[in-house]
């Protein structure tokens, strides 16, 4: 399973799937949402959804030097990565790699914030920006 992006081109910047994933992970605020919702230029221009794509061949765990991101296979297949926060030194190496963007920051806890594929925030879009994929 993983969350996808159906349809950027409906995302209004609501930003109601960032609050649903911060309150997952107990957060109040949107600053340790594992999903970016940026403005692509104002109203007329749209937003643009960034969120872990769960990469078959995820560059961030290969570059991670301590084996804190393990490639999470499901059925056979890689589809992201799963975090060990015990193992990670903070780094930023992964980061760094994702071409995408999708590795935010934890700055308090000093460790990153992927997408776990939950499906959490796919409940709480209210256009249909969002879907999960088996």
């Given at each position: 399973m993983r969350v996808a992006?159906?349809?950027s081109n409906r995302c209004v910047g609501c930003q109601s799937c960032m609050f649903?994933?911060?309150r997952r992970h107990g957060e109040i605020g949107v600053v340790?949402?594992?999903?970016r919702i940026k403005s692509a230029g104002g109203m007329e221009n749209?937003?643009?959804?960034?969120?872990?794509?769960?990469?078959?061949?995820p560059v961030c765990a290969e570059v991670c030097p301590t084996g804190a991101?393990?490639?999470r296979v499901i059925n056979g297949r890689v589809?992201?990565?799963?975090f060990h926060p015990e193992k990670c030194i903070g780094c930023k190496m992964c980061q760094q790699a994702c071409i995408i963007g999708a590795v935010f920051?934890?700055?308090?806890?000093n460790k990153p914030l992927i997408c776990e594929h939950c499906g959490y925030c796919v409940a709480f879009c209210?256009?249909?920006?969002?879907?999960i994929e088996r």
């Open positions: 992006v159906k349809d649903a994933c911060a340790n949402s594992r999903i749209g937003f643009e959804v960034i969120i872990c794509r769960a990469c078959e061949n991101l393990e490639k589809r992201g990565v799963i920051w934890s700055e308090h806890e209210p256009h249909g920006v969002l879907e």
